[in-house]
């Protein structure tokens, strides 16, 4: 049975205007952790706005432990959902002390109980020797946490993050989600995280779930999505990727970069996703070619650390190629290209 329950909920923010949520459905199982996942203006943050009753449905059920908060007929104000929010900004009330903070939303329980419950919060997200300190006298890395504490504290069904680590700078963005992820899973908190950033979204959640115009794309596990993504779109937008159309006959396809393998068997005229790791880059050295390899010119060369991303031509095409940190190759080298690894069948029809 899951906990969240969204069904074919559509809004428009004026009537007869684009759904900015378009006849959207996605439930989420208890304790796991779901991030909505698009490019800017697909309505990630108008859905969270939804769920957390600052916006109505004009059509479509929202239902979170099999109580209706939205319908045909029924409306439950966002107080008493007992959903928790935490913003990009993080939204802390900057005249009170982080202790202050973390009570505001257990005004609720009697005042004995307050404190104790918000100190222990605090000390979950390792903020026990903060409670008396402003929110201006923090990092943003302790913000963020006093502004999930704060979140968890009133005990909410789910919680809903948006773009929650976005303002945090890249190391401290890394270090922080790990420790919020523990946090969060000691206390099987359901989770709905908003982000554009792919790589956060993999890295944090239990599934994904790929936007695209008010509407979901494809729902699965990080590594289903990126393996076995269903469209261009979900391949593009996740890691990124090569489109070449070819013609398969069973678990190979003849594509301009010649015979591809497949991930699975297809007949006829299809498009495929073909991951940029899926291609070797080799340095020319001017001797006789290695069977199955093609020429290609290096055009743009991104150093990443761990590896380098290329950009080559290769004929025709430009293609995206991820080699090895220590490969000696600049714009405007020439080089080697070999399918390694599978290319996908994706659904739609390769262009004619
Ligand atoms: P981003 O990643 O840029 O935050 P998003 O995926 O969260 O984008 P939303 O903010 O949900 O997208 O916006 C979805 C669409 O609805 C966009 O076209 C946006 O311009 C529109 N929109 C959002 N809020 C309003 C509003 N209050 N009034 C009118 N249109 C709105």
Known sequence: MPLLSIDQVTLR????????????????EPGETVALLGPSGCGKTTMLRLIAGFERPDTGRITLEERVLAGPGTFVPPDQRRVGMVFQDF????HLSVLDNVTFGLKPLPRREQEPRARAMLELFGLGDFEARMPHELSGGQQQRVALARALAPGPRMLLLDEAFSSLDAALRASTRLEVRRVLMSLKTTVLLVTHDQSEAMAFADRLAV?????????????SLYQAPRNAFVASFLGGTNLLPGSASGTEAQT???????SGPAQGQVLLSLRPEALLLVADTGAAAPGGSLRAEIL???FQGHMIEFTVR????????????ELPLRPGDSARLEVVGQAVVLEEAAPP
Do not use: H
């Open 13 to 28: 923010y004026t009537a007869g205007g684009t759904a900015a949520v378009d006849g959207l459905s996605l439930a989420l």
């Open 256 to 262: 301009r970069l010649g015979g591809v393998p497949l």
């Open 211 to 223: 936007m695209r115009a008010g509407k979901v794309e494809q729902v699965g596990s990080p590594e």
């Open 300 to 302: 743009t060369r991104e």
């Open 314 to 325: 290769c004929g025709e095409r430009e293609l995206k190629v991820r080699g090895a940190p």
């Open 91 to 94: 939204a802390l009330f900057p």
